[in-house]
């Protein structure tokens, strides 16, 4: 063949003209991975197939068509929230999948974990840095080559091994392809976009950072306190704003219940929002501290310069004209300024216990792979998750190997479980990872009696990670 150029280093084969690469080790000629979709759920799955020695081909959109949410053409740019949520791997759901993909080499836990802000108990990074760390990664793996193009309809039927990765942005053409081809007309719900502010322009003789119940460094939120006829005041002006119009065929667009627009959760009661993001508990306001909030609203830290905080559960569908008017009725928020405002768009995803295979592949057509958040998972670690299990299955199915799935004690193995058969296809919702989609556990403390609480989720997470250890240690060939 004309124009090879070997990479020594790697001990790639390339060619010069097409890009083709192919691996010496693995023999995977012409068995190339297409991965259609360069965020969270697509890097993690080139990565992981990289890891295999099998080479893929990144198709992402950006820049040649944007979309209503992202505002970079970064791989793994982060949307909405810049948290992965709790990163306790003892006792709770999330943390765990941390953990997990930890020990699995994630990328995308790497670059979150080097990309770290304070935020208490949780996970939150840089998105910027968070992305640049992803996409250059990528762009040194010399078995992945990224392709800024959109694929408008289904691939083509020379591409063997496909993994679609679009996310809950999926471009109407290739939507309405996978429509067609399954017969499902899909299901959909809104997702909200909660506002940003610029740290200065808080008002810090109202205002104070500490973490609930001090966790973390103890300080990793600012705070903003409500007494009780300022909470009553701001719960009048959510349900009064102007809220943005839907189209027609976005009016019975279901919600995900996880990600509930601020005026939508005040509308199911008053005391809703004081007892949801707005709670006040394990907070002391140094200004006042004999004086008990009623409402307290939280932003955490959303850059590694500190000069970013979003606002935590203040998603958001209000025009930005009465965002600006009702968000800085907020003691503390008076001058704000907004570095993006909220906003709202249409998440799409497939009824996948109807429609996958236990390793994400397409009934109808075998060749295509799903992951990430048009499976049916919710939240970034779920998405990336779910594109490094496609990632390792297709790669197996590549280099001729069965890989089994992970166990269903595990928190991917959940995850995996729920989506693609454990959920009810007829009322299949979005879900986020958590202890309720794992096997139940029997176990008794040290005075006999049944585990319950934290202890159980403790010995949830322990059997967990145990299962986990010996699942990879099963399939680590190529990895």
């Known amino acids: 063949m004309p124009h090879l150029v070997e990479c020594h280093k790697f001990g790639v084969v390339e060619c010069a003209q097409c890009h083709y690469l192919s691996h010496p080790m693995t023999d995977n000629t012409q068995k190339t991975v297409h991965i259609i979709g ?53 006792a709770n759901a999330v943390g765990l999948l941390h953990e997990e993909m930890r ?42 080559d990224i392709q800024r193009e959109e694929v408008t309809g289904l691939p083509p039927d020379d591409w063997d091994h496909v993994i679609i990765a679009t996310g809950p942005l999926t471009a109407p053409g290739l ?13 959909a719900f809104f997702d909200a976009i909660a506002p940003i502010v610029y ?22 939120y600012i705070n903003c306190p409500l007494d009780e006829d300022q909470y009553n005041g701001f719960i009048d002006a959510l349900l009064s704003a102007e809220k943005g119009a839907f189209r027609d065929w976005e009016k019975d667009t279901p919600y995900f219940e996880g990600c509930l627009p601020i005026e939508v959760m005040a ?7 004081s007892f949801g993001p707005m709670k006040p508990v394990g907070l002391t306001n140094p200004h006042a501290p004999d004086v008990k909030a009623h409402a307290i609203i939280q932003l955490r830290q959303d850059n590694a310069l500190g000069t970013l905080y979003n606002m935590v559960g203040f998603q958001t569908k209000m025009t930005y004209a009465d965002q600006k008017r009702v968000f800085t ?96 296809a007829e009322t299949f919702q979005p879900m986020n990872v958590n202890f309720g989609l794992f096997p139940p556990i029997d176990g008794t403390d040290e005075k006999g009696k049944r585990l319950r609480g934290r202890a159980r989720k ?22």
């Open 329 to 424: 009725t907020i003691p503390g928020l008076e001058k704000a300024e907004f570095a993006r405002l909220g906003g709202l768009h249409r998440n799409t995803f497939l009824n996948s216990p109807k429609l996958l295979d236990e390793t994400l592949r397409l009934k109808a057509r075998t060749s295509l792979r799903f992951a990430g958040q048009i499976t049916g998972c919710e939240g970034y670690v779920e998405s990336a998750a779910v594109g490094l299990m496609a990632g390792r299955f297709a790669a197996a199915e590549c280099t001729g190997r069965k890989m089994p799935c992970p166990p269903p004690t595990t928190a991917m193995g959940a995850i995996l479980g729920h989506i693609t058969g454990g959920a009810e």
């Open 199 to 220: 740290k200065d322009s808080i008002d810090f003789t109202k205002a104070w950072f500490q973490s609930r119940y001090d966790k973390g460094e103890g300080s990793d």
């Open 38 to 90: 360069g965020g969270l759920a697509g890097s993690e799955a080139a990565w992981q197939l990289a890891r295999a020695g099998v080479p893929s081909v990144i198709h992402e959109m950006r820049p040649v068509r944007g979309t209503d949410a992202h505002q970079t053409d970064g791989l793994a740019e982060l949307v909405c929230s810049n948290s992965f949520r709790s990163d306790d791997a003892q």
């Open 175 to 187: 939507a309405d392809a996978v429509a067609g081809l399954t017969g499902e007309e899909g299901l």
């Open 458 to 479: 403790q010995a949830m997470s322990a059997r967990a990670l145990e299962d986990f250890d010996a699942w990879l240690e099963e399939t680590s060939e190529g990895h």
């Open 267 to 273: 509308e199911r009661g008053r005391k809703t929002l």
């Open 103 to 144: 020990r699995a080499d994630s990328l995308i836990l790497q670059a979150a974990d080097a990309n770290r802000v304070p935020a208490g108990a949780a996970l939150a990074v840089d998105r910027d840095g968070f992305s640049a760390a992803v996409e250059k990664t990528l762009e040194d793996e010399p078995l992945v």
